[in-house]
Nanobody, 119 residues
Framework: QVQLVESGGGLVQAGGSLRLSCTAS????????MSWFRQIPGKQRELVAS???????NYRDSVKGRFTISRDNSKNTVYLQMNSLEPADTNVYYC?????????????WGQGTQVTVSS
């Protein structure tokens, strides 16, 4: 059974920093890529950053230069370092992992972690 566990959210003042972590646990899979999304209740979930085994790292335009996504493959963990946070970054952040099981590929989601930036 695959599980994604997130941590690192919280309350921070504008201009501050937070680091989110997400670890994929389980067995029998390989990780093709990991991503961070965010969603305000009632709105569509939007991609913040993604990192895959091939291809470039992608960032949402509004976070370029402020957020950094990275992976520790030995720990099946993805990080999102968020600097110069703005009130507009307030959201629930979700980790996603694209996992390959034999010939099948599936996306798994974390439970979400709240990030609140006060002005």
């Amino acid at each position: 059974q695959v599980q994604l566990v997130e941590s690192g959210g919280g309350l921070v003042q504008a201009g501050g920093s937070l680091r989110l972590s997400c670890t994929a646990s389980g067995s029998g899979f390989s990780i093709l890529g990991m991503s961070w999304f965010r969603q305000i209740p009632g709105k569509q979930r939007e991609l913040v950053a993604s990192i895959t085994n091939v291809g470039p790292i992608n960032y949402r335009d509004s976070v370029k230069g402020r957020f950094t996504i990275s992976r520790d493959n030995s720990k099946n963990t993805v990080y999102l370092q968020m600097n110069s946070l703005e009130p507009a970054d307030t959201n629930v952040y979700y980790c996603a992992a694209d996992l390959k099981f034999g010939g099948q590929v599936a996306r798994y989601w974390g439970q979400g972690t709240q990030v609140t930036v006060s002005s």
